[in-house]
């Protein structure tokens, strides 16, 4: 006999204008199988709830409680014109699920919002060349009042989101809630003190949620789906309330952050909250759970699961195949509110808003990477080592289903790195469906990315691409393993813009033994790039060393050593390491981000790149035509 109902939840805090598509997966492929599955996102509830007329109230009743001089400047300004906040919350949430366009009007000439901190951020875009431009011009470009709106809006919750962090809980952030307490975290006291503290006005709101939810769906039992640090926390809350409240249901935690950072798991306590924890892919851990709570199976063959045992954990890994790529099923977003989304402008870097704005149908072209060699990744770690694909017909129709659901046509390919041969069947698939989508994703920028390949992917919908320059030096790419030079990125990247498809780069600093002439030389590479138009946005992101990554498994083949990592039974991935190199790469990436923003509006592109350095630094080594000609010898 099946449990009669299964209930997979999105806990806070992820994405707010789309849902995270592990729920989605799950809950298709529970579907097919013949399980009455269901989802929620309590995350978008969440906000929601605490952003409302109603939410702002209470967040007032505990500012008002807090002595004056423990409330901050935004909590006293919140005070001061509160009902400014209560008469236009409403609308700027209806305003940013676009069901009350018109508002934008007046948004965009700031008299309808009230205006705290964040706004500060607009005076800060400010064009060198003509400082006493409108601002917003300047960093929008000629984009109309809706978008400017949005941006206006964004920065109005920022302003609310700090006032909440202020007065009613410190650890809220709109997607990082509480990640301190679980990120590489080798020790659960710090969780365990935190559920165990009095309950914050958002612990308190999120248990109404949890309880309301569970009175709706009656499961029998509840997947949580922890993808990132930031939700571990929430998960936790939700599943403490689930016991509280439904002690019959059996709880499961599974999802991207256990797949990295419980792989070592010892810690009992975690088990006072959850029954089971799974690794890896959910289809075939899930389906064995289910068969042995149906009295199908004994609990010596569960798959890739943690249960507790005697007060002890035990991990138990009965030897069955996964579900095939293939017959994983199409996913259904059927019980989420598709409508309640809210379409955020909070970055202005052209990739970010990609994330940000609009709801896109995530779905993956492939499971895993099919070059899984680049030595900072997660390489040994399924999502990445198990490649395998699916045909293009499979995925077209699963597209097509997916559009008939949910009546939006955005696809984000989700995938670590999407292989050209698949998205080349996938394009001539949907172009022989005159199958009309809109896609983007992630991808390597190998040579197999041609001028033809990049007019097919185009005409089939791709509107963006992302893929890792990472330190643009041939030197450390070849340690790093990436299969790509600088020059072949040069000629892949304009090939990518000239079939009218957005460019960004992933840009990565603080790799071990770079230099600081590395890192000065990397970014004459990238302003190189801008200034002959073959990306149009990237960023760059600080190394961070992994255990279950060729750095932090072979440390010593790439210069460094590895510090004592503290590990208590819970979670582990980061690790700090010494590079005998000592740069200070704090310093570095001051300039370069500093740079790569004024790249993207067409800032500085003519200047030496030693301007943007804080520091003394060394002239590039680079010569100062190297892309131009890299492109003329294509």
């Known amino acids: 006999m099946r449990p009669a109902r299964i209930l997979s939840i999105i806990p806070p805090m992820t994405q707010l204008n789309t849902p995270y598509p592990s729920t989605a997966y799950l809950t298709g492929f529970l579907r097919e199988q013949g399980f009455d599955a269901r989802q929620t996102d309590l995350a978008l509830a969440l906000v929601l709830q605490l952003f409302s007329p109603d939410g702002l109230a209470r967040l007032r009743e505990q500012a008002q409680r807090l002595p004056a001089r423990a409330r901050s400047a935004q909590v006293e300004h919140f005070l001061a014109v509160y009902e400014g906040y209560a008469a236009t919350i409403a609308p700027v949430i209806r305003f940013l699920q676009g069901r ?12 309808l919002l009230p205006e705290g901190a964040r706004f500060a951020a607009i005076d800060a875009y400010v064009d060198p060349e003509a400082p006493d431009a409108d601002p917003l011009a300047w960093a929008f470009g000629e984009l109309g009042s809706y978008d400017r709106a949005r941006h206006i809006a964004t920065l109005y919750l920022d ?65 949580l789906s922890v993808p990132f640090p930031g939700s571990v926390y929430a998960a936790f809350r939700i599943a403490q309330t689930v016991r509280r409240l439904r002690p019959q249901a059996r709880i499961v935690l599974g999802g991207g952050y256990v797949n990295t950072e419980l792989r070592s798991l010892s810690e009992p306590r975690v088990f006072d909250y959850f029954d089971y924890v799974t690794l890896d892919d959910g289809e075939r851990p ?14 010596e063959r569960l798959v890739r699961t943690y249960l507790r045992d005697d007060k002890r954990v035990r991990y138990v890994n009965f030897p069955e195949p996964d579900v095939p790529f293939s017959e994983t099923g199409t996913p259904t977003w059927d019980g989420l509110p598709i409508a309640d989304y809210l379409s955020l402008i909070d970055m202005l870097n052209p990739m970010h808003r990609l994330w940000s704005d609009g709801r896109w149908n995530k779905l993956t072209v492939a499971h895993g990477c099919y070059w899984k060699k680049c030595s900072f990744c997660d390489v040994s770690l399924d999502y990445i080592s198990r490649y395998e694909t699916a045909n293009a017909s499979l995925l077209a129709d699963r597209i097509e289903r997916i559009v008939e659901e949910t009546g939006q046509t955005g696809f984000h390919f989700v995938d670590e790195a999407a292989p050209p041969k698949m998205l080349r069947a996938l394009a001539e698939e949907l172009i022989r469906r005159r199958l009309a989508i809109t896609w983007w994703g992630n991808i390597r920028f190998e040579k197999s990315f041609d001028a033809g390949l990049c007019r097919l992917l185009a005409q089939s919908g791709c509107i963006a691409v992302s893929g890792g320059l990472e330190v643009a030096s041939d030197r450390l790419l ?121 790249y993207m509006h067409g800032i500085g592109l003519d200047w030496d790149v030693r301007r943007w350095f804080d520091v003394r630094v060394p002239k590039t080594q680079v010569p100062r035509r190297f892309i131009e000609k890299a492109l003329s010898r294509a």
């Open 286 to 299: 899930l389906l064995a759970l289910m068969d042995h709570l149906s009295g199908g199976r004994s609990r």
């Open 100 to 111: 009350d366009s018109t508002l934008a009007h007046r948004i965009a000439s700031r008299t």
């Open 478 to 598: 070849k340690l790093m393993k990436k299969g790509v030079s600088v020059e072949q990125v040069a000629r892949v990247t304009r090939d990518f813009t000239e079939a009218g498809i957005l460019v960004h780069a992933y840009l990565m600093y603080g790799f071990p033994t770079q230099t600081v002439q590395d890192s000065v030389d990397a970014l004459e590479y990238v302003r190189q790039l801008f200034e002959a138009g073959c990306i149009q946005s990237g960023y760059f992101h600080r190394f961070a060393c992994t255990i279950h990554s060729p750095v932090g498994k072979q440390p010593a083949e790439y210069g460094i050593t590895l510090q004592p990592l503290p590990f208590a039974g819970f979670a582990q991935n980061d690790v700090g390491f010494t590079d005998p190199t000592g740069t200070d790469h704090a310093a570095m990436g001051r300039a370069l981000s500093k740079a790569l923003y004024n």
């Open 159 to 223: 302003d609310l989101a700090d006032v909440l962090r202020d007065a009613a809980d410190s650890r809220f952030e709109f997607v990082r809630y509480a990640e301190s307490l679980a990120l590489s975290q080798g020790s659960f006291d710090p969780l365990a003190q935190a559920l165990a503290a009095p309950p914050t006005l958002v612990d308190e709101t999120l248990e109404a949620l949890v309880a309301a939810t569970l009175k709706a769906h009656a499961p029998d039992v509840v997947l």
